[in-house]
């Protein structure tokens, strides 16, 4: 049977902010999520046209913070075409009720969020004891953690993966290692180490592709030693439409292109097998 082709990595946007108002987390909208919103319906007709089965929404934490209720009541009107990733503040006192509740909302992974672009700093209190609750949550849960951070975190996220081994991990955009060095890439040497833990998996996203196309980086050569550190059978793709620019369809044929001289099952497992072992109730 035909691997399916899963994005794990959109978001969506509804039109409607009374039902569904903005909070960013430290209260700076992301520009993407005022200039080119995608909601539901129109999430559905892009993967559609992408050639897509289906789609791992990911809470978009720069619009909505850590209210879910968009990508849940996405979920729950197209079982069919998505499952939802939400977040949560980790550190508060309820975090595991919060899970508990999204989780019986009908979403299958946690999302982090520590950094991004309008969070650039990376923060020093993901590995803190605070958090630990939650991440005994999610083991006992079975669900995986979607990291959003920068490559200085990951001192604290290999404490992590060292303090919870049966939790699967997944690093978002690859922590945005420095790539312009070219092969060898040694400035993401820290990122490689931790292809020791055996409950880290890689988001391969647009923006990893776009990053490899500065300097002395290729695509093809960072995925090469990329692959050869973890294995295509902990690497999934995600587009992050529409945050990143460009239809769903182009990005999907950017990805297509960095993945053509990679083998068949290379590019399956990559495009969808990884999905499916991070989130079983896809298949």
Known sequence: MTTPVIDIHPHVIAPDEARYP???????ASPWSQSRPVAAPGMVAAIDEAG????????ASTCYGHDNSYVADSVACYPQRFAGVF??????????????????????GLRIFAAGHTRPDQPDWMDDPKSFPA?????????????????????QLDNLLT???????????????????????RAADSLFALARHDNLYLKYTTHTIRDAR???????SFLDRVIGEFGAARI??????????????S???????????????????????????LYPSLA
């Open 52 to 59: 897509i089965s289906k789609s791992v929404l990911v809470q």
């Open 163 to 185: 303090r919870f081994p049966k939790v699967k991990v997944i690093l978002d955009h690859l922590g945005r290692p420095t790539l312009d060095d070219g092969p060898p890439y």
């Open 214 to 220: 500065k300097g002395k980086a290729t695509p093809e």
């Open 22 to 28: 903005r909070a960013p987390i430290g209260g700076e």
């Open 87 to 108: 977040s949560v503040d980790v550190l508060a006192a309820d975090a595991p009720q919060r899970i508990r509740y999204w989780v019986n909302r009908g979403l299958v």
């Open 135 to 155: 991440w005994e949550c999610c083991e006992a849960l079975g669900i995986p953690v979607c990291m959003q951070m920068r490559t200085p975190g990951l001192p």
């Open 236 to 249: 999934a793709w995600g587009s992050n439409f529409p945050a990143s620019e460009g239809s769903l369809a």
């Open 251 to 277: 990005i999907k044929a950017e990805c297509d292109a960095v993945l053509a001289s990679r083998s068949e099952t290379e590019r399956a497992q990559i495009l969808g097998g990884t999905a499916l072992t």
